[in-house]
């Protein structure tokens, strides 16, 4: 497929979504056609599903449960949004993917990693991110940045021992990847953490193209 895939991943309040807006502009201003997409969510029938998963009343949701509407907003994103802008030779950014579900369910909760790769097969068709770009934050910094701007949904309710999980499962998953996925230091200001970004993913547009 044409085009080009890149993720964003990290701890909840790590500065994802910040960093994946500011880099849509970087490519839009360069003149490229990109595009923006989060996870949960993303097209209408994903933002119902996510309103269902982060609802804070949904305390009874099975961990299996949530390992398959994840998966089911991501199958969604992923037929009508992603793989049409692909085709189309965009640059399409995420806002978390798949890597999410492998550390968040698979490990945060415990599911492990190839039940929710199982989970997830037939959902994803087969793509995979081309780069992603993993933020780095210690959690109960992460979480704290959220705490002070809104109130916390279901998943940003976990115990601290829970977000702790999850960040050595990125930990964990970048390792295994180092040419997919790109450690980026979030304790640095904004502009400082973008521009080092924006530089990784033109390097590797120059190298493979586009
Ligand atoms: P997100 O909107 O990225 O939250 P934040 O901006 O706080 O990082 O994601 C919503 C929550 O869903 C977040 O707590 C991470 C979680 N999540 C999973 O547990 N599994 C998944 O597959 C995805 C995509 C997200």
């Known amino acids: 497929m044409s085009g080009l895939f890149i993720s964003f991943e990290g701890n909840d309040g790590a500065g994802k979504s910040t960093q994946a807006v500011l880099l849509k502009e970087h490519f839009l201003k360069k003149g490229f056609a990109a595009c923006l997409f989060r996870e949960p969510g993303g ?34 994103l992923v037929y009508e949004k992603i793989m049409p802008a692909l085709k189309g030779g965009q640059i399409v950014i995420c806002d978390r993917f798949l890597d999410s579900s492998l550390v968040y369910q698979g490990i945060g909760r415990g599911l492990g990693i190839s039940v929710v790769e199982d989970i997830n097969k037939y959902a994803v068709g087969g793509l995979k991110p081309d780069l992603t770009f993993f ?8 979480i704290d940045r959220h705490r002070e701007e809104r109130e916390l949904d279901r998943m940003e309710n976990q115990k601290a021992y829970f977000h702790n999980r999850v960040y050595r499962g990125f930990l964990e998953i970048a390792e295994k990847e180092p040419n997919r996925i790109i450690k980026v230091e979030a304790n640095r200001p904004l502009k400082v953490i973008s521009e080092e970004i924006a530089e990784a993913a033109e390097r590797f547009i120059n190298e493979r193209g586009l």
């Open 43 to 76: 097209s209408d029938i994903s933002e119902k599903i996510r309103e269902i998963i982060l609802d804070n009343g949904n305390y009874k949701m099975k961990h299996l449960t949530e390992a398959y509407l994840y998966a089911a907003a991501r199958c969604q």
């Open 135 to 142: 933020l780095h934050l210690n959690p109960s910094e992460a």
